[in-house]
């Protein structure tokens, strides 16, 4: 693999891709990567940071999907099945402090 292959992937120009890994590898002290003229591969410190990255990746990628739910979330309509009695009950507090915390969901009870 070439990083000019990696930037396509990644939607990046090749320029901007090695620079970012340029400034990581002076960050961290050390490279990532062992460059020739006709690839790239990782250093063995490369190789024990490569499966951390891909799990903060993964937790970004859930951490972003989260997020997007929670405001999904905050509008829209909610139908409840209750039975009447608990619908005549228990309900009417529940669905009061719901309102007040999410005001932009419609609430529909159906029995």
Do not use: Y
């Not at 292959?5 to 901007?16: G, I, K, M, R």
């Amino acid at each position: 693999s070439t990083f000019a292959e990696a930037a396509v992937n990644l939607h990046l120009t090749q320029p901007a891709l090695s620079s970012a890994i340029k400034k990581m590898e002076e960050q961290l002290g050390g490279k990532l990567f062992q460059r020739n003229t006709r690839n790239v591969s990782l250093t063995p410190e490369g190789e024990v940071l490569f499966p951390n990255a891909l799990r903060l990746l993964h937790d970004w990628d859930n951490t972003f999907s989260d997020i997007q739910n929670l405001f999904a979330m905050a509008k829209g309509q909610l139908t409840i099945c209750a039975m009447p009695s608990f619908a005549e009950s228990h309900l009417p507090n529940i669905l009061s402090v719901f309102h007040q915390q999410i005001p932009n969901v419609n609430l529909r009870i159906v029995d």
